[in-house]
């Protein structure tokens, strides 16, 4: 996930705008004072023919927004309906955002390029429509390491500060504003199908199917599985397996989300959409992001049950099109798939070959039970036991679990290191009071090279068995 990209070539393709009627609005940006650029993620750029801009030609395109050649002609305020903490809300769709352009990588994939405060829109209701510029730092810290650990992540593509003062009641204000722009393999969410249920728009969902499984294809479903060949049913088999991974690449991270609703959820499972994200400082599985999730719904631990719950609703969605014993059947995949999932991840983690669930399970309990009882949090203890190395003080119990698994390349010089890359609260705050004081931006500049340094060091992360 985070080598560098070979070369693309512009390839604009707005294959959305079949569905554009009914699935957005046209809108158009916020006239902003100011675009004055202060991220540009060129090594994106490079993957889709765009690196070549000059930097006035970035501002016209990510602040100013306008078109790519041969791409959307007015950007797309996407419709949708969604989950919020378990509370069905309609009243929801980008309100602070838009798809802007639609591109083909060199691997042929359909990318979305898609912003965040660029304005309001029909679906903002009370809303500015705006972005704060600490929010725009935290994205890109958040994809950044992200990306380096594996996850299936969006890229925060472009940032640009627009001259605004902002106004908000969880940080100091007046604050700096930005508009961001994030690269991700589609913006179709749960919530979109849901809204097709609630409207009972069986023929707008039908071609919504379509469209997903042409853009987005997946493995087929097992030969087993009943209604293997309905495309709702085969949909439904692509997003429990790509939900069931993302769950497990939360966990093997130690990466804590935050806001877990099914308008968060994109069909390609593909995380996306930073707020009140967290790392964790120590092995729990009670921690939480979000200072307003009260009752912990989305605590570390309770991830991929979140996500699980999530492929409920869709299931739910989808029976517009389908019955419901070929769509519970594939829910009933989730929980196996994510146990393969969590132990491909943590031996790529680890820098072990896998030796299959039923041996990596004991290892992988062992190792949680270490950072439980010695206090450590995931980023220091898998650099510590890279390669399945030991120490004098690693316990016995661990050194009893790590005998036997054979160490996959570990050569990378980031391995010697002192000490790992992490990316905690305290530590995020830095970089940010170094921009917002001093505006000194060489703090989170190398940041980001040391997290893609990590991500070489790591390799390409595994995928499920049939997927791209």
């Excluded at 980031?414 to 060489?442: F, G, H």
């Amino acid at each position: 996930m985070s080598s560098e990209p070979q070369p693309g070539t512009y390839h604009p393709d707005p294959a959305i705008s079949e569905l554009a009627d009914w699935l957005g609005s046209p809108v158009g940006p916020a006239d902003f004072p100011q675009t004055r650029i202060r991220f540009r993620n060129d090594r994106a750029a490079q993957s889709v023919g765009l690196d070549h801009l000059s930097d006035e030609e970035w501002a016209r395109h990510f602040g100013r927004f306008e078109s790519l050649e041969g791409n959307l002609p007015q950007p797309l305020a996407l419709k949708y309906h969604g989950h919020q903490f378990r509370s069905y809300n309609p009243e929801i769709g980008d309100g602070r955002g838009f798809l802007y352009a639609q591109i083909r990588s060199r691997d042929d994939r359909l990318l979305d390029l898609g912003t965040k405060g660029s304005g309001q829109t029909p679906y903002s209701r009370s809303g500015d429509g705006r972005l704060t510029l600490k929010g725009a730092v935290r994205e890109i810290l958040a994809t950044e390491m992200l990306e380096a650990l594996g996850v299936n992540t969006s890229k925060t593509f472009s940032v640009i500060e627009t001259g605004e003062e902002l106004w908000r009641n969880d940080e100091p204000s007046p604050t700096r504003s930005a508009v961001m722009v994030r690269l991700s393999h589609s913006h179709i969410r749960i919530g979109t199908f849901q809204r097709l249920l609630a409207l009972e728009e069986a023929g707008e969902m039908s071609q919504l199917v379509a469209y997903c499984l042409e853009q987005f294809p997946g493995p087929p479903a097992p030969d087993d599985a009943p209604g293997r060949d309905e495309p709702a049913v085969q949909l439904m088999h692509h997003v429990v397996e790509r939900m069931a991974d993302l769950a497990a690449s939360y966990m093997v991270a130690g990466f804590v989300h935050g806001v877990l609703n099914t308008d968060n959820m994109n069909i390609t499972g593909e995380s996306f959409d930073y707020g009140p994200w967290r790392w964790l400082p120590t092995w729990d599985q009670s921690f939480t992001a979000a200072y307003f999730d009260h009752g912990k719904l989305y605590a570390f631990g309770r991830q991929p049950e979140a996500l699980h719950w999530n492929c409920g609703q869709f299931a739910v969605a989808l029976r517009l099109l389908a019955d419901s014993e070929p769509l519970v059947a594939a829910m009933e995949r989730f929980g196996p798939l994510y146990m393969e999932a969590i132990a491909r991840r943590w031996c790529w983690r680890l820098g072990v070959h896998s030796r299959g669930v039923e041996s990596d399970g004991p290892m992988i309990a062992a190792c949680e039970k270490m950072m439980r009882e010695d206090g450590i949090g995931p980023d220091a203890f898998f650099f510590s036991h890279r390669g399945g190395r030991v120490s004098d003080d690693t316990p016995a119990e661990l050194v009893e679990a790590l005998e036997g698994y054979e160490a996959n390349d570990s050569s990378h010089e980031y391995w010697s290191d002192t000490e790992p890359q992490s990316m905690l609260i305290e530590e995020v705050e830095a970089i940010w009071s170094a921009i917002d004081e001093r505006d000194d931006w060489s703090v989170l500049e190398a940041k980001v090279a040391s997290l893609r340094r990590m991500g070489d060091a790591h390799g390409e992360a595994p995928v499920p068995a049939g997927h791209a």
